[in-house]
């Protein structure tokens, strides 16, 4: 009866191995090897025990301390954490669930056998970065010419990875990662960066608090501090240091590097010119930090700012905290003694600069023309008969100005032909007395003046071909 049983009734098999025990001598022995469990903090940790042939025998659970933490499948410490769990018979597994960096360590699984026979299990605990804020460097403030040392603590387990950044002003530029080995140098930005390994600091059981420190040489994570040589206002801005051990997100911190430095100034132009009775604007540009004094003298001497009809200062620049600021001096209805050196002048603690430009009067690049002085027209002419005189292209001749499209009065045109001439400015057509010529298109000129030099031309001409004529014609009558 009992061998039917044996496959169908648990109770029966207890009974068997009791027995067998009793008999034959089998002791409980262990079915899982020894095994590393390793969790993320955080999570349930399942520490493996498994018994063959425990008949009447007892499985108790002790952590590192020895502190006795479960009876059978009874809890007997406070720790609600702490359960058996049994998913087959032969199974005591401990559950720790929410495991703590504290939890880490050595677990023992055991057999009140004679002696008590043990399995040991080893607890692993990692623990994603974390960042120490209390042991890690807040915003920095220097002088050029100093050495600037930013500290990013971390811990977490394993020790996690620290790598140095340095954000861009512009956001939409992706940040620059400062590659430096422990003890090298980089250069960057015109700035030296060297990184250091850390000292140790003693921490509590949960990992989380200083407790103490440890002075040590080359020890701790190298790259955890970050070392700005000579630092210069090209090395100021906001550095971030990132840590990540691959447990868990990476963690971050930012530390703000404000250097100071006396005033700089720039100006767009040295030279800038207006008409009287306008207004104009003068821009000096001032990098410093922090901003001091600032403010525009003329001549060496301090201008009136309480005169609003005159002068208007304003100060221009991103926001508050900007490095760079523009400052204005609006001039109105400006006159002649505004005309002079205008200096912009910047003062802080640390130092001074100052900038001079010239305001000039722009009227002096305008074209005068004097009305009453005579130039020098070059005129041309157009021939309407056949018979026409030579051409009195290329005679330069006074003004002359068309007054309207009318033949010459009788008795002062030029005998029989008809030029055209290139036009003087309109200001002159009212011109008095004025005297013209030519059918098709008018002449004129300033009555007082008589171009008898072209006419002279004209008549010498006509009688040196008629006398060339008459040569020719006696020369050959006498060869004939």
Not at 184 to 193: M, N, P, V
Not at 347 to 366: P, T, V
Request: negative net charge.
């Amino acid at each position: 009866m009992c061998g039917k049983i044996f496959f169908s009734n648990l109770l029966c098999i207890s009974t068997l191995l009791i027995l067998l025990d009793q008999v034959f001598g089998i002791e409980p022995s262990f079915d899982v090897p020894i095994i590393n469990v390793t969790v993320h903090e955080g999570d349930t940790a399942v520490l493996p025990c498994s018994v063959d042939y425990l008949a009447e025998h007892k499985v108790v659970w002790t952590d590192q301390w020895s502190t006795l933490l479960t009876l059978d499948d009874r809890r007997i410490i406070d720790d609600t954490r702490i359960s058996i769990e049994r998913p087959y018979t032969k199974d005591w597994n401990l559950h720790i669930r929410k495991v703590e960096y504290k939890d880490r360590g050595p677990y023992t699984c055991q057999i009140n056998t004679n002696p008590v026979k043990t399995k040991s299990v080893m607890l692993n605990v990692l623990v994603p970065s974390l960042i120490i804020n209390g042991m890690s460097s807040r915003d920095t403030t220097a002088r050029e010419g100093d050495t600037v040392t930013l500290i990013c603590n971390v811990t977490g387990v394993p020790l996690p990875e620290v790598t140095w950044y340095k954000l861009p002003m512009d956001r939409t530029i992706s940040k620059e990662r400062l590659d430096t080995e422990t003890g090298a140098f980089t250069h960057l930005d015109s700035c030296i960066y060297s990184l250091k390994p850390k000292d140790v600091y003693q921490m509590d059981p949960s990992g989380r608090n200083v407790i103490g420190h440890i002075e040590s040489d080359g020890i701790g994570t190298a790259g955890e501090i970050l070392m700005i040589h000579n630092v210069s206002r090209y090395c100021d801005g906001t550095y971030e240091c990132v840590a990540y051990n691959e447990v868990g997100p990476a963690v971050t911190r930012q530390m703000n590097v404000l250097v100071e430095y006396p005033p700089e100034i720039t100006l767009p132009t040295r030279r800038i010119g207006q008409y009287p009775g306008r207004e104009t604007i003068l821009d000096c540009e001032i990098t410093a930090y922090p901003h001091g004094v600032m403010y525009w003298m003329k001549d060496g001497m301090d201008l009136d700012f309480m005169n609003e009809e005159k002068y208007r200062i304003e100060l221009y620049s991103g926001n508050d905290d900007s490095k760079r600021k523009t400052l204005s001096l609006r001039v109105k209805d400006i006159t002649k003694n505004d005309y002079g050196e205008y200096t912009c002048f910047a003062k802080n603690f640390l130092g001074q600069d100052q900038e001079s430009m010239i305001l000039y009067d722009y009227s002096i690049h305008d074209v005068k023309v004097d009305t009453t002085t005579s130039t020098v027209r070059r005129i041309f002419h157009t021939v309407t008969k056949s018979n026409a005189i030579p051409s009195l292209q290329g005679t330069e001749l006074k003004p002359s100005v068309v007054v309207n499209r009318l033949p010459y009065p009788e008795g002062n045109k030029i005998q029989g032909k008809d030029i055209s001439v290139i036009q003087s400015p309109p200001e002159k057509h009212k011109s008095p007395g004025l005297q013209c010529s030519g059918v098709h298109v008018p002449v004129c000129a300033d009555k007082p003046y008589r171009n008898t030099n072209a006419i002279t031309s004209i008549h010498s001409q006509k009688t040196l071909i008629s006398l060339l004529g008459n040569i020719l014609f006696f020369a050959l009558k006498t060869l004939s």
